[in-house]
């Protein structure tokens, strides 16, 4: 009986806290040793066209991102707000693509010795760039080719701890005018999603997904997390990284049909814990694929990444970038 009433008790604190502050809810109290439920959403800037891959640069304290509209990479910090960073970062001739549209890079990682690995959708290809602000930026590229075919526009990556690349590989790039995809320039025909070791050589781990977009790796690298951000097939899928046998983590369509936005960039925080982009802003979830809380931005976002010791959470959206306070 004082389990049942505590529960009780719990759940009406819940309810009555997330009452209180409609920017976040919570599902499962588990998650309020990571969420707090004070924190509210703090926009940053919003002077962007798509802003995406963000990333955390701990040496300058600050957030790396790219906008892939508009072909450049910014930083913004607390002193310096935003400054453009790098441009052009995804789209310099490299490789035959439209000349506008979404060319620029999008996800971001950095390598062992700190240089910057990007996903470039107008190169169509994998690329190394020194970390360093330059408008005139010598990408070496890392990878073009599946079996001497152009890819699509890689646009999201992660690096295990032994320095393989997990990769997704949409049509994005080709998305030019906001309405349709144009496959003027498509080699391969289906959207797969790839692993390069350090030997360079590349393994596809599968070629089912319809729009494979975010990619992340749980904290002991035996499972990879992928979305899938089509409006049609809203999921998580989760693929073994030996055999790459992979299975849906989390279905997000009854989410789907009653938000906006979609599944899209995503993160594992030290918890274990997965907080993606998703229906009306970022959900949590947990790593047995239960949904504990969302971050209800009322809108799709692109992307997410913590900082150093997990004390914010940063946002890209499609015009803005944001923060909220995490314990």
Not at 12 to 17: G, I, N, P
Not at 124 to 139: D, E, G, M, V, Y
Not at 296 to 304: A, D, E, Q, S
Request: proline residues 4%; contains cysteine; aromatic residues 14%.
């Amino acid at each position: 009986m004082k389990k049942f009433f505590f529960l009780l008790f719990t759940q009406l604190l819940l309810y009555s806290q997330n009452s209180k502050n409609t920017d976040i809810s919570v599902y499962d109290e588990s998650i309020l040793n990571i969420i707090d439920l004070n924190s509210k959403i703090e926009l940053l800037d919003s002077s962007f066209l798509v802003a995406e891959g963000p990333l955390w640069y701990p040496k300058k304290n600050q957030l790396i991102f790219s906008d892939v509209r508009q072909n450049k990479i910014f930083t913004w910090d607390e002193n310096s707000g935003t400054v453009e960073y790098i441009s052009p970062s995804g789209s310099t001739g490299y490789a035959p693509s439209f000349k506008k549209g979404g060319i620029g890079a999008n996800g971001l990682a950095f390598d062992s010795k700190g240089n910057l690995i990007l996903c470039q959708h107008g190169d169509r290809r994998l690329a190394l760039l020194s970390n360093n602000k330059t408008n005139k930026p010598k990408f070496k590229t890392i990878i073009d080719n599946y079996k001497g075919k152009r890819f699509n526009s890689p646009n999201d990556l992660v690096i295990n701890s032994e320095g393989d690349i997990f990769f997704t590989d949409p049509p994005y790039g080709f998305y030019y005018n906001r309405k349709s995809f144009d496959n003027k320039y498509r080699e391969i025909g289906f959207n797969g999603v790839y692993k390069i070791n350090s030997k360079k050589e590349i393994f596809l781990i599968t070629d089912k997904m319809t729009l494979p977009n975010g990619i992340a790796l749980s904290l002991d690298e035996k499972f990879l997390y992928v979305n899938n951000s089509g409006r049609d097939d809203p999921k998580i899928m989760r693929f073994d990284v030996e055999n790459f046998e992979g299975e849906v983590f989390f279905n997000g369509e009854k989410l789907s049909k009653k938000y906006k936005g979609g599944f899209d960039g995503l993160k594992v925080h030290s918890s274990g814990n997965i907080f993606t982009s998703g229906p009306n802003g970022i959900l949590i979830i947990s790593p047995n694929g239960k949904l504990l809380a969302t971050i209800n931005f009322g809108k799709g976002v692109t992307n997410c990444s913590f900082d150093k010791n997990e004390n914010y959470l940063y946002v890209t959206g499609f015009n803005d970038i944001s923060r909220i306070k995490l314990k």
